[in-house]
């Protein structure tokens, strides 16, 4: 039963933890559209961008093409202007008043002519200018886009790779959750078997506990009416003032001391087990000792792990003792344990043991940090278990302290107060939480430390199994010190209370008023004994010790009722195996009857052949009969000589020499050669089983911490994407400054344009005006010097 409720708290755990990492790739694969829509979104906007870029570069082009036509233009005019003023110059000593007016008019136009000029320059220069720094912030803007790109296609492919993992994750916990569903159905059809069974024996220990208090009552009845004599009442029996024997104390001091000696047995196994995973590790990292030489300090650390059971069964061992020393007919207080003070010692033991391995535990790691893979991390993770591993020794320090302390009592004639004691269990508790602690906290840091191994190149597979069955031992240590420091806290007021104490006097038993006080009961069961014609009112003397045996047999009766219960559970386990087995043997005994049927009808075949045949071939017929039939009944007497068994475990061949007298016996060593393999074939199932459960303990540690880690990194993915959409909306807004920029200044080109194209149309007209002037006025000195001439 408690396996079951192991493995549906297992199975609700990975329910949980399958849930989480379910809604987590539903947020992965939400950010992993929002960030293809961003990008597509940012495509759209560059091809945007570079339309419009174009069309910004094409209007420059003819932009600047114009301007040039009115640069030859102007330049052009400024020729012909030149040449106009040659003439000018050249006509102003022959001509009259009417050409110097028009001189002035046009030096005029000439000043006017060159300040636009020097205008045009200056805007030229300033479009420039604006072109120049265009291109500039445009090929900034391009550069920033491009980084961002690759970012955002670098965090495209670690989203990738986070959903590749959790997909692997999903899958690996899709296929262990449907492998645990089918051990879960077949365990709760072995649980509902087992409860039924559980049931009816309930019913019979219901039954037995109702007789039993109905003869407890009558028994009580009777005492109370018909024995007048109550040795802890009257104080006229008591001349020696020792204590009356507590039966109710012994029978609570062994049990309590049985549930002590589970727990013990619990830690001796998580002891074994992680110093055994210890030093499998020292020779698989920092250095494969297959590969090649470990350290020297290395070598001697795990020469001395090695001897770890030396120093830790003797503590199951003197516990047990110190258990079975504990019964019904024994005093059990401080001052008469005695085989405490063997488990102090052992416990002294193993605490030298775990001083002397500190050093090398310290070093070793030291030597782990020192490796060229080893990262900061890692070595953080290093001295955290450095820490830790000096804690758990200090902690067993101060246990061997108390519980040394405890001894005293025993060893010393004085004793030790009451107050004094409490105090000791109560440090020995608060010291067993501590030590729970310390424990927990190590077997944290080493999961830690564990999954930042997993990420080294060189980590191996052997050294990842060691680490997860070291982890294993670790959550095993973990449970048993918490199991038994909330046991000790719970029954601290039984360790702390008087069981026994002289009347009238507050100081501890001592060990002479315990032997008188044993030595009283033996006398006065020997005084019963001796009754030989009890009083004709009371009870009979033979009735009223069976019902004190039946009274003090209770609790017995009740155990013995629970391990009947079990083995008529391992009865019936039993019996359904050889009924499985019997049912394979009867299959294929109906399978061989048919194959030996189908024989003897091929034979009648045969024979009604060769009888057909003719009398001229009798002979031969009769011969290749006989030959046949010899034939058959070798393989017949052969199959009857071998008998095959299959079962479960496999199939067993017995082929007996004797067909009368070795049969029994044959029979007899194949039926206990059969149990002796089932019962190798299910010890070996049930290894399996466990270690398959370690080890999806420890891949469910591996998977949370690996999901954890993966949550912290979309964490930090999610925060840049964040600030990449930020500068991506402050990109945005330059742009579109500099788009409102552009398209003023544009604006303002072209108007600076159509003022200095009409100012130049104004200036064409006013030149046709000046040229026709110049016309008519060569005309006229042509006229005049032609009229000067002809006088």
């Not at 933890?17 to 950010?31: G, H, I, T």
């Not at 906007?45 to 040039?68: C, H, I």
């Not at 002294?348 to 001083?355: A, K």
């Not at 409490?422 to 508790?429: E, G, K, N, P």
Request: proline share 2%; glycine share 4%; charged share 25%.
């Amino acid at each position: 039963m408690a396996n079951v409720t192991d493995l549906q708290t297992k199975y609700s755990r990975l329910a949980q933890e399958y849930s989480k990492l379910r809604a987590q790739n539903q947020v992965l694969k939400k950010a992993v559209v929002d960030e293809q829509a961003n990008s597509t979104s940012l495509k759209e906007q560059l091809k945007q961008r570079d339309q419009s870029l174009r069309k910004q570069e094409q209007e420059m082009d003819s932009l600047s093409f114009r301007n040039q036509q009115l640069a030859k233009r102007v330049e052009l005019l400024q020729e012909e202007l030149a040449a106009s003023e040659s003439k000018g110059k050249r006509g102003k000593n022959k001509g009259d008043s009417p050409s110097h007016h028009g001189v002035r008019t046009q030096n005029v136009f000439d000043e006017d002519l060159q300040k636009k000029i020097e205008e045009n320059e200056r805007l030229h220069i300033q479009f420039y200018e604006a072109d120049e720094q265009h291109k500039r912030q445009e090929a900034e803007m391009k550069a920033r886009l491009e980084k961002l790109e690759r970012d955002s296609q670098h965090h495209q492919t670690a989203v990738d790779g986070l959903t590749m993992k959790y997909t692997e994750s999903i899958e690996r916990l899709q296929s262990d959750k449907a492998r645990l569903e089918v051990k879960t159905q077949t365990l709760e059809r072995e649980g509902k078997d087992c409860r039924l069974r559980t049931e009816e024996c309930q019913q019979q220990l219901r039954r037995c506990q109702a007789e039993l208090n109905r003869q407890l009552k009558q028994s009580s009845s009777v005492i109370q009416e018909k024995v007048p004599f109550n040795d802890t009442k009257s104080s006229d029996y008591n001349s020696l003032n020792v204590p009356a024997h507590n039966r109710r104390h012994q029978i609570k001091a062994r049990d309590v001391a049985g549930q002590a000696l589970s727990f013990i047995q619990d830690l001796v196994a998580g002891l074994l087990n992680f110093h055994s995973y210890t030093e499998q590790r020292v020779h698989i990292y920092p250095l494969d000792s297959s590969i090649e030489s470990i350290s020297s300090l290395n070598q001697k650390f795990s020469q001395y792990l090695h001897e770890n059971a030396v120093y830790v069964r003797p503590l199951e061992d003197s516990f047990l003792q110190l258990h079975q020393s504990i019964t019904e007919d024994t005093v059990t207080v401080l001052e008469t344990v005695d085989k405490l003070k063997n488990f102090s010692d052992i416990f002294s033991t193993y605490t030298h043991f775990l001083q002397k391995l500190l050093p090398y535990q310290l070093k070793s790691l030291e030597e782990e940090c020192q490796t060229p893979l080893c990262t900061a991390s890692l070595t953080v993770k290093n001295q955290e278990l450095q820490n830790d591993m000096k804690r758990v020794t200090m902690v067993f320090g101060k246990l061997q302290n108390y519980i040394t302390l405890l001894t005293l009592p025993s060893v010393r004639q004085d004793g030790m107060p009451q107050t004094s004691t409490t105090a000791v269990f109560t440090h020995l508790a608060a010291c067993l939480h501590s030590l729970h602690d310390v424990i927990k906290e190590m077997s944290k840091h080493y999961n830690q430390k564990a999954s930042l191994e997993q990420e080294l190149p060189t980590a191996t597979q052997k050294l990842f199994t060691t680490t997860e069955c070291l982890l294993g031992s670790l959550g095993s240590l973990t449970n048993s010190t918490g199991k038994l420091s909330t046991f000790f806290s719970n029954n601290l007021d039984f360790f702390t209370s008087s069981g026994y104490s002289p009347r009238g006097n507050t100081t501890a038993l001592n060990p002479l008023q315990a032997e008188i006080m044993l030595s009283n009961k033996k006398k006065a069961a020997a005084y019963m004994h001796a009754l030989k014609k009890p009083r004709p009112q009371s009870v009979p003397y033979r009735e009223a010790l069976s019902n004190r045996r039946i009274l003090t047999s209770s609790t017995e009766s009740r155990e013995g009722l629970t391990q009947q219960v079990q083995q008529s559970q391992e009865k019936i386990a039993r019996l359904e195996q050889e009924k499985e087995h019997w049912l394979l043997e009867a299959q294929l005994g109906k399978v061989r009857l048919e194959k030996e049927n189908q024989r003897i009808s091929d034979l009648e075949a045969q024979l009604a052949i060769a009888l057909g045949a003719g009398q001229n071939s009798q002979t031969t017929a009769v011969s290749s009969l006989t030959q046949n039939h010899e034939e058959v009944e070798t393989p017949l007497k052969t199959a009857a000589k071998e008998t095959m068994c299959t079962s479960l475990v496999g199939m067993l061949c017995t082929v007996p020499i004797a067909e009368h007298d070795v049969a029994c016996v044959l029979q007899v060593g194949d039926e206990e050669s059969r149990e002796q393999l089932i019962k190798t074939h299910y010890m070996t199932r049930v290894g399996e089983l466990t270690t398959q459960l370690q080890v999806s303990d420890s891949k469910a540690v591996h998977f949370h911490s690996e999901c954890r880690a993966l949550a912290k990194r979309l964490a930090i993915a999610e925060k840049s994407r964040e600030t990449v959409v930020e500068e991506i909306k402050r990109a945005n807004q330059n742009i579109t400054h500099l788009q409102d920029e552009l398209n003023t200044t544009k604006r303002s080109y072209e108007d600076q344009l159509s003022m200095m194209s009409d100012h130049l149309c104004s200036m064409n007209e006013t030149l046709s005006k000046q040229r026709e002037e110049i016309d008519t006025l060569k005309l006229g000195s042509k006229a005049n010097a032609k009229k000067n001439k002809g006088r």
